[in-house]
Nanobody, 125 residues
């Protein structure tokens, strides 16, 4: 069973760029027909799909965060990453990486077959 694990800085200051990494084990990020997603959940809010990178490296982004989001991958390390720029306190959330077999563009938990445990990102001065 594939396993995903997020890592990140935890605390960032407003206007900075936060960089998160998802390490994938027991499964390849280049495997056909899989999408590797970033999803977040702010306090008191629903899961929000941020974007995904497909098996061929094509990236997709949610419209509300597209201008500030970049997803990339390192196939040698079998990991993919998220960069979110110009952060504000409203970006405080638990950030998850997750795998899906289709481009979901939604945060519904049942659409994903594997999840990381999540990493807390707090934006504060």
């Amino acid at each position: 069973q594939v396993q995903l694990r997020e890592s990140g800085p935890g605390l960032v200051k407003p206007s900075q760029t936060v960089s998160l990494t998802c390490d994938v084990t027991d499964g390849l990020i280049i495997a056909k027909f899989y999408y590797w997603n970033w999803i977040r959940q702010a306090p008191g809010k629903e899961l929000e799909w941020m974007g995904a990178i497909a098996d061929d490296g094509t990236t997709y982004y949610g419209p509300s965060l597209k201008s500030r989001t970049s997803i990339s991958r390192d196939t040698w390390k079998n990991q993919f990453s998220l960069q979110l720029s110009s952060v504000t306190p409203e970006d405080t959330a638990v950030y998850y990486c997750a795998r899906s077999t289709s481009l979901t563009q939604r945060g519904d938990r049942e659409l994903y077959d594997s999840w990381g445990q999540g990493t807390q990102v707090t934006v504060s001065s």
